[in-house]
């Protein structure tokens, strides 16, 4: 069976300071992996994804993910945020015909 | 954006009232799926479907029961609505099940009194 587990559920950072939100998988099959972002009040909407190819994957606003087989993990970072990355992060795994979520990292930016 | 739609976006009910939340789309896509999302718990999967007429249950399933007569509307129904059910309910479609994205609704917050 598939599972993520996110390793922090809340993440307080600096403005334009990086940022690191841990991701960690496990699966039987081919590896899909994603993360979504969820702005206060809204739907989930996708960040990037990683279905093959390279494994440096870069995504919408700034944010990019590594692939790392061997460590099972899909980190998300960004090198310098921004007041409107404040939201939930949501990393997420193939599974049979659906996809399995991780609980979500609450990302606080701080003036 | 994808052509997701919930309805009703907002609605307050009592105990033991039956309650139906309706997802609608657009992208003629063969997956949809419905979530609760509660503080603590992030995004917990209730019933998907397949095609029309073809559903199954999620992870928490008990309470909720779901209905697809045609490929763009994906019903939920609450038969007697309970307070652990007050939450916030997202619509999701998918082409292809796990192997692609899924997109997402604008949710609808129930809230049992």
């Known amino acids: 069976a598939q599972s993520v587990t996110q390793l922090d559920s809340q993440v307080p950072v600096f403005e334009e300071a990086p940022v690191e939100l841990r991701c960690n998988y496990s699966?039987?099959?081919?590896?899909?992996l994603f993360w979504y972002v969820q702005y206060p009040n809204q739907g989930l909407q996708l960040l990037l994804k990683y279905l093959s190819g390279s494994t440096l994957v870069k995504g919408i606003n700034g944010f990019e993910a590594e692939f790392n087989k061997s460590q099972t993990s899909f980190h998300l970072r960004k090198p310098s945020v921004h007041i409107s990355d404040t939201a939930e992060y949501f990393c997420a795994v193939r599974g049979a015909q659906k996809l399995v979520f991780g609980q979500g990292t609450r990302l606080t930016i701080n003036p | 954006d994808a052509g997701i739609t919930q309805s009703p976006r907002h609605k307050v009910t009592e105990t033991g009232t039956p309650v139906t939340l309706r997802c609608h789309q657009t992208e003629n896509h063969r997956y949809m799926y419905w979530y609760r999302q509660d503080p603590g718990h992030g995004l917990r999967l209730i019933h998907y479907?397949?095609?029309?007429?073809?559903?199954d249950k999620g992870e928490v399933s008990d309470g909720y029961s779901v209905s697809r007569s045609k490929t763009e509307d994906f019903l939920l129904t609450l038969e007697s609505a309970t307070s652990s059910q007050t939450s916030v309910y997202f619509c999701a479609i998918s082409e292809t099940g796990g192997y692609y994205e899924q997109y997402f609704g604008p949710g609808t917050r129930l809230t049992v009194t």
């Open positions: 699966s039987s099959v081919s590896v899909y």
């Open positions: 479907s397949y095609g029309v007429k073809d559903t």
